[in-house]
């Protein structure tokens, strides 16, 4: 048999190989065998039917929190974030350190069904409990060289580095653990993810105005490090509090090559977005940004209630996605922001982010429902989306798995009144 399974009759959308059209996928021995108009059924162990359905190289997402039980409550199961979801790849962000590491390619790496990426922290301890207490994420919690060496001698894992410029950590040490973490960042010959907006609360007696900060922060960024969360419901994000517009920064950054992650979390606000992306920021990459704290889980305790990410919406990669489609992104854009572009900010678009013959098969199926979806986001505002992404399944180097993660939301239809 020449193919093991074949992807029949489904609209193919691969923005890096420029397709946009019905084509058949055959797949041998886990790997891209041909992309054809049409394939031989006969040709083929198994052939899927997916018509009507919308074929995608493999997601990624960029921002995921995975290091389960290590992180404590804050780390997701891999898999449920991942392939359960329809994402081939999932980039924990700032979870492993250059001590934890080898646990996290133990556990996590390695069992996991789903390809598993990290942007390591630029802390010792990396995010335990989702960077709980402050006083762990000071300047003096950073070893410099050893973290540039643990990333240079683990390149099939890291692909980046994590730290966080947020008004609570600037008014304990200002902006010195950025710093720090740039200059592991150029040691490594790494990307540098920045989380914008607020974190922990400001040191007591002292107030951090998030316009300067943003001033401060940008300057330090190269081409191809990535601001995130640039549409945070926080102050500190890309939307000025004093002028209401976009920093003119953030402009002079963006076109010396850095890029913008969403980061959607419990920070994503619709005002802010639609503000951004109506002044024409639009983002490279999207990362759903969920975590134990941000997602609906099903025995929510004490500890978790306290923590002031409680409680958002739901909503995972595909629901960002339709969000940033109903804020009038075009679906080749939006499928970009979970493709080709995500493989460019890791360094790895000669291996994912489009179907190609010979490379693994990592490939997502989704379907977009036609209708009135409620989509709301953690600031109290809801809109009726005309059209919803969902999950169907993916393929992960060949292997099929249904979405069936308890982290995909339902799709809310509005009932006509
Ligand atoms: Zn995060």
Request: proline share 6%.
């Amino acid at each position: 048999m020449p193919f093991d399974t074949i992807l029949q009759g489904g609209h193919v959308i691969d923005p890096a190989a420029e397709r946009d059209g019905v084509f058949d996928i055959g797949i041998l021995d886990g790997k891209i065998a041909a992309i054809e108009p049409q394939l031989d059924a006969n040709a083929a162990r198994e052939v899927r039917d997916v018509a009507g359905k919308i074929v995608l190289p493999g997601m990624i997402d960029t921002h995921g929190h995975i290091y389960q039980h290590v992180t404590g409550k804050f780390g997701l199961n891999p898999d449920m974030v991942g392939v359960q979801s329809g994402v081939t790849t999932v980039v924990d962000q700032g979870g492993p350190s250059c001590m934890t590491l080898p646990g996290f390619r133990a556990f996590i790496a390695q069992p996991s069904k789903t390809r598993v990426l990290c942007f390591i922290s630029a802390y010792l301890v990396g995010g335990l409990e989702g960077h709980y207490y402050p006083e762990l994420y000071g300047p003096d919690q950073v070893n410099v060289a050893h973290t540039v060496r643990v990333a240079r001698e683990n390149p099939d894992l890291v692909r980046g580095i994590k730290a966080h410029a947020e008004i609570g950590g600037a008014s304990r040490w200002g902006l010195d653990v950025i710093k720090l973490g740039k200059e592991i960042a150029r040691g490594a010959g790494l990307p540098l993810y920045i989380h914008l907006g607020q974190l922990w609360p400001e040191k007591e007696g002292t107030h951090i105005d998030p316009d300067e900060l943003v001033r401060e922060l940008v300057p330090l960024m190269d081409a191809g490090d990535v601001l995130a969360h640039p549409f945070t419901r926080h102050p500190g994000g890309f939307i000025s509090t004093e002028t209401g517009d976009v920093h003119p920064i953030v402009w002079a950054a963006l076109e010396r090559g850095v890029t913008v992650d969403v980061g959607h979390g419990s920070h994503f606000s619709f005002d802010m977005a639609r503000q951004v992306i109506a002044a024409g920021i639009k983002p490279f990459t999207l990362g759903a940004d969920m975590h134990g704290y941000n997602v609906k889980v099903a025995a929510a305790d004490d500890d978790r209630t306290k923590n002031p990410f409680f409680g958002v919406a739901p909503f995972n990669l595909t629901n960002a996605m339709s969000k940033i489609l109903h804020l009038g992104m075009a679906l080749p854009e939006v499928v970009a922001t979970v493709t080709a572009n995500p493989a460019k900010m890791l360094g790895m678009e000669d291996r994912i982010g489009t179907l190609a013959v010979g490379r693994e098969a990592d490939v997502s199926v989704i379907e977009i429902l036609d209708g009135n979806f409620d989509l709301s986001d953690n600031s109290g505002v809801s809109v009726t989306a005309k059209r919803m992404i969902v999950p169907s399944f993916c393929l992960r180097a060949g292997e099929f798995f249904a979405a069936t993660s308890p982290l995909v939301p339902p799709a809310l239809e509005k009932i006509a009144a």
